[in-house]
């Protein structure tokens, strides 16, 4: 099974979310660090779709401006555009599968997908 994680390596919750990948056996796991490679807007789209929730659960509040930019009550349209332009909006970590996509927090939820 291939694993797609959206990932930053400074992130503890990332970090033990990617071991939990690695140490799974049978699991074949694609690392890609958005906030060097941000996924574009149709990408998040699908994403949060797939996943079942808004762009709005996946955006990022802790450390970020998206309060005082009014994100949290944006429509989905232009918190995706904040989020492709400023990846550092995106919440993390974000995994894919061929079972579906988790917002990986808790870490444990990617055995959802698993």
Do not use: F
């Amino acid at each position: 099974m291939k694993a797609t994680i959206w990932h930053n390596p400074k992130c503890g919750t990332s970090r033990n979310t990617l071991a939990i990948l690695e140490e799974t056996p049978g699991v074949e796991v694609i690392v890609i660090e958005y906030l060097r490679k941000p996924p574009t807007v149709e990408k998040l789209a699908q994403l949060y779709a797939d996943a079942g929730i808004t762009p709005q659960q996946g955006l990022r509040i802790k450390g970020t401006d998206a309060i005082e930019r009014g994100l949290a009550q944006a429509d989905s349209r232009a918190v995706l555009a904040a989020m492709a332009a400023e990846p550092a909006l995106i919440e993390r970590p974000l995994v894919e599968t061929g079972k579906g996509v988790r917002l990986c927090r808790p870490k444990e939820t990617v055995h959802d997908i698993l």
